[in-house]
Every structure is written in structure tokens, then in C-alpha cells.
């Protein structure tokens, strides 16, 4: 039979077969040897003997995340707070250019829009012009903006995706018209959601799956080569091919097509800014490998 990893704890993975059943396997050693671990979001082939199975074949996966360690995700609910916490863009363009890389696409869900002052949602509004992305707005303990949500879901594996303390066990309790976590205040001590969710996991809503995440508060780029930093940002894509240099990497090179584009107000000044630091960190942390 064929199915999908639901789940997997402890060496056991859930497997959603096409018929709606879920089994409890166990995988062949064999894959072991092909150093290849099943995960959750596995297209797998089972063989099932007295209620259960054995992960027989993994199917090739159309898309990896490492963390939250989950395959074949093609959509990002990318879930930020604009108060308590306060938002943080630097983290906020970490998660953006990380699905980007893993060619996931990005929905940004800004969420607590009631908590912020007419000034600062307006400065909010300033920062998200020109961003590349599809920008909602929710209020997910009201159910606003929800509909919106649940519109995209259907034939797609979206993984919520956001550190912790912005709502996204919520969120996710919205979608889905039932409490199916337990959701907690923010800790007014330290600024962080009290709920951690423990593993991931597919749930079925809207025609689709989802796939809810450990909230974290640090996302690392270094592996991204600084060649490839540039195609992780979309706002960028229509400038690649007109500068003047095939190499360029639209820092210091003159006749770059996307320089020029930020001074048409065309690229977002903040996101800008964020690809010149992030390309010079990846550039260091490269020197400091050769340097040993």
C-alpha cells in the first residue's frame, strides 16, 4: 500500500494510507545502508501484517526542510507577531529566505495587528512594501483573516512556520475548528510562548495537510553559498539577468540591475540591507574555513 508519514516517534512512523487507515511501521533496516531516514511528509510503500507495517520503499521527495525536519512541503504560513513579542525583521527575513532556498512558498501571516498603535501599523505597512510576498494580517484568537487562510490550503502540505509566542498553536486551532493544542499565554517574564510543540506533525485540514513546528528563536544561513543567496530573495528575480556582470553579486559591482532597482524604490530598503548583511556574514564565515 501507499501512504503518507503522518507522524514519526521513537522509530515508529503513522502511515496515512490512500484508503484513510493509519498504520504504526517500523522501517527496513536496509535503509540504513542508504544512510536515508523515513520522515514525516515521506511518500512511502508499506507492507502491513496483523495491523502492522513496514516502511518497504521511500519515494523520491520533492522538497526537504531540515528544521522542522518534514518532505514534500510546497507552502509556508511564515507567522510573525507585531506586539508581544515585538516583531523581529532580521529573524522574519532568516525564515523567508530559508523556505525560498528550499523553493517552498511563502504566505507571511502577521498576526496581534490589534495590539499595535495606528503610528506603528502604519510603519508596519512601510517595512512589507515592495516585500516579494503575500502579506495577510490576522488576528488568530478572533478568527480574522482566517478565511483567507484556509482558501490556500487544499492540495498542498503547508508547513506553520515562526518563533515561539506568536500564535501559531492558535492559529492552528482556528484552522482546524477544534483545540487540537494546548495554547499558552506569553510569559510576560521572558517574552516566549509557554507551549512547545514536541515533534512534527501532518494534520489533515481544508483538503490538505499541515504541519505544525517547534517554535525557535535563531535560524541559521551559513550553509546557503553566496552565489545561491541572491535567487532566495523573489523580489530580485525580474533584475538578475540585466546587470552588467554575470558574476554579480549586487554589492559593490557597478552597472548592477538591482542596485538600481532600490534606488527606484522598486526593492524594499530593509530587505536589502538584510541580503548585504547576510552575504557578507556567509562571505566571512567562508575566509575563517579557508584561513584553517
Known sequence: MQGIIIKGIGGFYYVKTEDGNIFECKARGKFRFDELTPIVGDRVDIEVQNGKGVIDKIHERKSKLIRPLVANVNQA???FAVKNPDLNLELLNKFLVLCDYNNVKSILCLNKTDL???EEYMNIEKIMENLGYEVLHIRAKEGYGIDKLKAKLKDNITVLCGPSGVGKSTLLNSLIGKSYMETGEVSLKIGRG?????HSELIEVEQGLMVDTPGFSTVDLSFIEKEQLQFCFPEFKPYLNNCRFSSCLHNKEPHCAVKEALNDKKINPYRYEFYIKTLE????GRNKKWQK
Open 77 to 79: 504560513f511564515v507567522v
Open 116 to 118: 499595535c498603535s495606528e
Open 194 to 198: 509557554k507551549h512547545t510543540t514536541r
Open 281 to 284: 556574514e556567509i562571505s566571512q
